[in-house]
T-cell receptor
Framework: RKEVEQDPGPFNVPEGATVAFNCTYSNSASQSFFWYRQDCRKEPKLLMSVYSSGNEDGRFTAQLNRASQYISLLIRDSKLSDSATYLCVVFLSGGYNKLIFGAGTRLAVHP | GAGVSQTPSNKVTEKGKYVELRCDPISGHTALYWYRQSLGQGPEFLIYFQGTGAADDSGLPNDRFFAVRPEGSVSTLKIQRTERGDSAVYLC?????????FGPGTRLTVL
């Protein structure tokens, strides 16, 4: 079983749609959680951190459920520029200090 | 300011050859990471340096892979006797805290 699992997609949605991505992780010692965005043939870039209390950044809302080991990302009012791969990431600290990435969920927003 | 840089951006080599991939982290970042990303997958952790020493090399796939960071800044990933399965994008990241900043990667193709 992979440490971080995501639906690979692709999610094909029209502009203005709301889309949700889900992710599960297996290591209960995971300390921090993130969503990264990766454009085609580019490096991953941090989109947002994820907290148990939930956090929002403009059109993006992230949520963490530690009991279920589940992370979500909601994108409202999708834009063409949101088309990318979204990577669910957990950070293992305490001497590990490494990011564990999911395989990514591909989003394609069309006019 | 300058981000993480990696050279070369592309490297094509023949099976059995030796290659070196270079990473210049963000100035002042003490932590440096190497990841490998295969097509359709998320980045996979290889090795983590804190200063000059490799704090965690558990992700290196076998003893053909080796990395150094002799002065605590620039790092070189070395791959001996390359195999076709080594073809991937090799990403370097650096950090001061939990957020890791990625370089553009080196695309390695082993023919």
């Amino acid at each position: 079983r992979k440490e971080v699992e995501q639906d690979p997609g692709p999610f094909n949605v029209p502009e203005g749609a709301t889309v949700a991505f889900n992710c599960t992780y297996s290591n209960s010692a995971s300390q921090s959680f993130f969503w990264y965005r990766q454009d085609c043939r580019k490096e991953p870039k941090l989109l947002m951190s994820v907290y148990s209390s939930g956090n929002e950044d403009g059109r993006f809302t992230a949520q963490l459920n530690r009991a279920s080991q589940y992370i979500s990302l909601l994108i409202r009012d999708s834009k063409l520029s949101d088309s990318a791969t979204y990577l669910c990431v957990v950070f293992l600290s305490g001497g590990y200090n490494k990011l564990i990435f999911g395989a990514g969920t591909r989003l394609a927003v069309h006019p | 300011g300058a981000g993480v840089s990696q050279t070369p951006s592309n490297k094509v080599t023949e099976k059995g050859k030796y290659v070196e991939l270079r990473c210049d982290p963000i100035s002042g970042h003490t932590a440096l990471y190497w990841y490998r990303q295969s097509l359709g997958q998320g980045p996979e952790f290889l090795i983590y340096f804190q200063g000059t020493g490799a704090a965690d090399d558990s992700g290196l796939p076998n003893d053909r892979f080796f990395a150094v960071r002799p002065e605590g800044s620039v790092s070189t990933l070395k791959i001996q006797r390359t195999e076709r399965g080594d073809s991937a994008v090799y990403l370097c990241a650096s950090s001061l805290g939990s957020e890791q900043f990625f370089g553009p990667g080196t695309r390695l193709t082993v023919l």
